[in-house]
């Protein structure tokens, strides 16, 4: 492998569909964007804790303005520095300009209709800015600017660096994100540059041949040509300057990420819960992102879920993304660890020789609560089948008997949410199984 884990992270990325005026007027702010985009990295925080960024991108910007803005942090308080800097953009403007969205989208950063946002978790290497995501490749034609950031552990960097240095190129490090980057920007820029060829015999003008690859450059097969030797887990998304856009799943299903549309935004995220709480909406219309599969937002808005590898293999979540580390909000992660929990009770109470009366039950770490819970479903169920048995075979059952084994229950402690202490929760004795 290329490094040691160190890139299980959270990506959002968010299309606006409608002009700035309509969210102006729906929802009372031009700024809509950067707060959906906002509200789904606070949703997804456990997915980070060394750094954040953002990147947003403007449609139809006019030669000479900028279209690109970025910012990244990597302070103690990342993500609020982050948002508090971006928004630091807007504080003195005079309310008249605030309700201005035309002029907001032409004279101020970070109003584009196409937004990115990274949350970093490096449990390996340097913590400084520079591998803070997204990671942007520059270029002054604007369908060759790439932006890039992904949640991805590739086991074949060194492959895949010796193939950029094949092609003639001489990349500044050997690095997974950075070898990533200029492989897809190699493959965009030859797609690119196949595009003009075809069309500068016709006689058009570069300014025309510019709308032309706007319109027909072909993202599907970008991809598929860029990522054919890519190995791993990952997910990656990526803006080109144009306004095109793309999210990416490794073959295997490792990495998560899901999606939504609806006649306002695109949303993709690696929380499904993020963009339930973010966009409020119901877990039934967000869907999975396949395996092998690319999520595609094309500048006009057009929105495409299509392969970029000829064939799908045996689907291999990653344990640790369902165990531990996703949000135990998403319905199905919170009863997969319940069902977890439960398979427990067996080995556990094997353990202790069943021995209820000098054992308390307990969980460690919070992400755990959820397996907790269906460990203590288990137990009671267990405690039930012999309360039945107790009742059944005892021959002189008295009131009080009776009220003896009807208590039993299992001893456990529970976390408090304010500093992680335990409570405990005191039951009656139950004898020892025999």
């Known amino acids: 492998m290329s490094d040691s884990i160190k890139h299980e992270c959270g990506l959002a990325v968010l299309r606006l569909k409608k002009p700035l005026e309509y969210y102006h007027e729906k929802y009372g702010t031009a700024l809509y964007g950067l707060y959906r985009l906002q509200l789904l990295m606070q949703k997804m925080r456990n997915r980070g804790q060394d750094g954040a960024g953002l990147v947003t991108i403007k449609l139809d910007a006019e030669p000479g303005k900028r279209y690109i803005s970025r910012k990244r942090s990597n302070s103690v308080n990342y993500l609020a520095d982050l948002f508090h800097d971006v928004f ?4 003195g403007l005079s309310p008249d300009l605030l309700d201005n969205p035309r002029w907001l989208q032409n004279k101020m950063p970070y109003t584009g209709e196409l937004l990115m946002g990274h949350l970093r978790y490096g449990t390996h290497g340097a913590n400084t800015i520079e591998t803070v995501h997204p990671f942007l490749r520059q270029n002054n034609w604007i369908s060759r600017n790439l932006v890039l950031a992904g949640n991805f552990n590739l086991t074949n960097v060194e492959e895949l660096f010796n193939e950029l240095v094949s092609f003639g190129q001489y990349p500044k490090e050997k690095s997974d994100t950075v070898t990533i980057l200029e492989k897809i920007g190699h ?14 015999p016709d006689g058009y003008t570069n300014e025309e041949i510019n709308q032309f690859i706007f319109d027909n450059l072909d993202i599907q097969r970008l991809l598929k040509r860029a990522c054919k030797k890519f190995d791993g887990g990952y997910v990656m998304g990526g803006l080109i300057g144009h306004g095109d856009a793309f999210v990416i799943r490794d073959p ?13 935004v695109v949303a993709i995220a690696s929380e499904r ?41 045996e689907r291999k979540a990653c344990s640790f993304e369902r165990i531990y580390f996703s949000r135990g909000t998403d319905r199905d992660i919170y009863n997969e660890r319940k069902k977890l929990g439960e398979q427990l009770v067996e080995p556990a109470l094997r353990a202790v020789n069943y021995d209820f009366a000098n054992t308390v039950f307990s969980y460690v770490p919070n992400t755990s609560e959820s397996a907790f819970f269906g460990f203590i479903e288990g137990l009671q169920k267990n405690a039930d089948i012999y309360k039945k048995k107790a009742i059944l ?20 402690t529970f976390r408090t949410r304010s500093n992680g202490s335990f409570y405990t929760v005191k039951r009656s004795k139950r004898p020892r199984r025999r």
Do not use: C, M
């Not at 008295?398 to 003896?404: A, F, P, S, V, Y």
């Open 252 to 264: 295997h299903g490792i990495r998560p990420a899901y999606w939504y549309e609806d006649d306002e």
């Open 88 to 91: 630091n953009n807007f504080r």
């Open 273 to 313: 819960p993020a963009i339930q709480t973010a966009l409020t909406v119901s877990v039934k219309y967000v869907k999975e992102l396949k395996p092998g599969h690319a999520l595609i937002i094309k500048r006009n808005g057009l929105v495409s879920e299509v392969p970029f590898v000829e064939d799908i293999p």
């Open 393 to 412: 075979n005892e021959k002189n059952l008295t009131e009080d008997k009776l009220n003896e084994i009807i208590s039993w229950r299992p001893r456990k």
């Open 187 to 200: 493959f965009l820029d030859d797609e690119v540059q196949r595009l003009f060829n075809w069309y500068k």
